[in-house]
């Protein structure tokens, strides 16, 4: 996707033994480009969100995997280290066990090559699989803006589940790029997604980018926008689904999934397949949630006079807690936009999609 006209990835080789990335925290103020050079930048990285979404996280550990193997790390370390960093997203084990199992069979003079053969793969799988995704969802767009007769078609979502937090494409901005892109009119709620603003900062960034008309709310505002008509669908994205259905998401989707039962919204999940875990059927009691520092509760950055300034909201010494995700149970799912096509949120319509994980 493009910054400036130009176009972008999130990740990509600078040379053989060097990584870059876009560091996520300054924008969308400035374009900063990271070098990560050594496993400690690549769990860093992660851990500190200069890299987010659950496909990038993938990608980019994949890539720590590759520059670990190259300096000589036990390759069984560097992904203890690397899967340590963030607990939700299940794409970042996807990827680790990914690259060991490659590195497990390869010839030892290979292995290296072999590794970053698999993170490449790794990267152009999350790419094809957003862009089926959004070939798969725009579908969905088309016939309501059909049902609609042109009129724009109100689309809200959480959090930023887009280029920015893949490689290219997105999940859920997938089909709207796609359906801007031909011509449907498309309007996108962007939920500003408290406390770390994912959406004010980031989603709303890369629509603007690409010239998609949007409109950043408060995280609160969804429920009262769908009372009254405002909101034709909601789409999100997903950093673990589990194999019935069930979707963790940036904490805040499960309200937002509420409210559109409530009000008959059609509420649908992007994923690709490296987001199922396969190995789980119950949400609520088997999908870790993180919780990360009070602190990115307690203050809120902005961007003032030149540089990022972070203000204390709170009284200093009141506790805060931050849960990161939250479950969606699958029954308050329309379905689940995958890179296989578009399925009901229950383990059978999962399953005929992706026969291989009976
Ligand atoms: O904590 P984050 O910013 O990594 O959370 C990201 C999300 O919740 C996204 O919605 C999810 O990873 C899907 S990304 C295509």
């Known amino acids: 996707m493009n910054i400036n006209g130009k176009p972008y990835r999130t990740i990509w080789e600078k040379n053989t033994d060097t990584i870059e990335i876009i560091d996520q925290r300054h924008l969308p103020y400035q374009l900063v480009i990271e070098e990560l050079k050594t496993l400690d930048d690549f769990a860093h990285a992660i ?115 887009g280029w920015i937090a893949c490689i290219d494409y997105g999940t859920a901005t997938a089909p709207i790029y796609a359906a801007h892109n031909e011509g449907i009119n498309v309007h996108v709620w962007v939920d500003e997604t408290r406390p770390r603003n994912q959406g004010a900062r980031l989603t709303a960034y890369e629509l603007k980018e690409h010239g998609v008309p949007h409109t950043v709310i408060v995280d609160n505002a969804g429920g009262h926008l769908m009372q009254h008509g405002m909101v034709d669908m909601v789409i999100v994205g997903t950093d673990r689904t589990t194999r019935t259905g069930d979707v963790a998401n940036k904490i805040g989707t499960y309200l937002k999934a509420l409210a559109a039962h409530d009000n008959q919204v059609p509420f649908y999940v992007a994923l690709p397949s490296s987001t199922f875990d396969w190995s789980i059927r119950d949400g609520l009691k088997e999908i870790p949630i993180e919780t990360r520092s009070a602190d990115e509760v307690k203050y809120m950055e902005g961007w003032e006079n030149g540089s990022i300034k972070s203000v204390l909201l709170t009284p200093l ?10 479950v969606t149970p699958a029954k308050y799912i329309t379905g689940l936009i995958t890179e296989r096509g578009i399925c009901a949120a229950n383990e059978a319509a999962i399953l005929a999609l992706y026969p291989e994980q009976q």
């Open 47 to 161: 851990r500190d969100m200069h890299v987010r979404g659950a496909p990038l996280i993938g990608a980019t550990a994949a890539y720590g995997m590759y520059i670990a193997a190259l300096q000589g790390v036990e390759l069984q370390k560097a992904a203890d280290e690397l899967k340590d960093t963030r607990p939700t997203a299940v794409n970042l084990a996807y990827a680790v066990d990914k690259v060991l199992a490659a590195a497990f069979i390869a010839e030892s003079n290979q292995q290296n090559q072999i590794i970053l053969q698999t993170a490449r793969e790794i990267v152009e799988e999350s790419v094809e699989h957003c862009r089926l995704i959004g070939a798969h969802g725009v579908e969905i767009i088309r016939n309501i803006s059909q049902k609609k007769e042109g009129k724009t078609v109100n689309i809200l979502t959480h959090c930023n589940a």
């Open 317 to 326: 010494e009141s506790p805060a807690i931050n849960y990161g995700f939250d």
